[in-house]
């Protein structure tokens, strides 16, 4: 592919008017958090392209369900996402959220100690 393949230069950003994503909003969100567990809500809610109140939403799912952990440091939440936990829907059935996680959070890199 070239960068004047029209298929390239036609993919939805945020803020775009795409229609559908791969991910819902609670995939979007639990990945977000995953990359910054002391992100705030309102930048989770920028991120995913939802409202605040949507955000704190899909967090309480996530946290009643077991899926992510909420921590209260001082005036500020911080998060920790489960491991071990299935998804959701029958025909990902046998996969867990870390297989997804795996793939769509970087690991930061180590650093050698000299």
């Not at 920790?80 to 029958?90: L, N």
Request: aromatic letters at 4%; a neutral charge.
């Amino acid at each position: 592919m070239t960068a004047a393949d029209p298929d390239l230069e036609n993919r939805p950003t945020l803020g775009s008017d795409a229609r559908w994503t791969f991910l819902t909003n609670h995939g979007h969100v639990l990945v977000t958090i995953a990359r910054d567990p002391q992100c705030r809500m309102r930048e989770v809610a920028s991120r995913v392209g939802v409202t605040e109140r949507g955000a704190q939403k899909i967090v309480a799912d996530l946290v009643a369900d077991g899926y992510i952990t909420r921590t209260r440091v001082g005036r500020r939440n911080s998060y920790q996402i489960a491991t071990g936990r299935p998804f959701r829907h029958p025909v990902t059935d046998g996969h867990e959220l870390d297989e997804l996680l795996a793939v769509l959070v970087p690991i930061p890199p180590r650093t050698l100690d000299a």
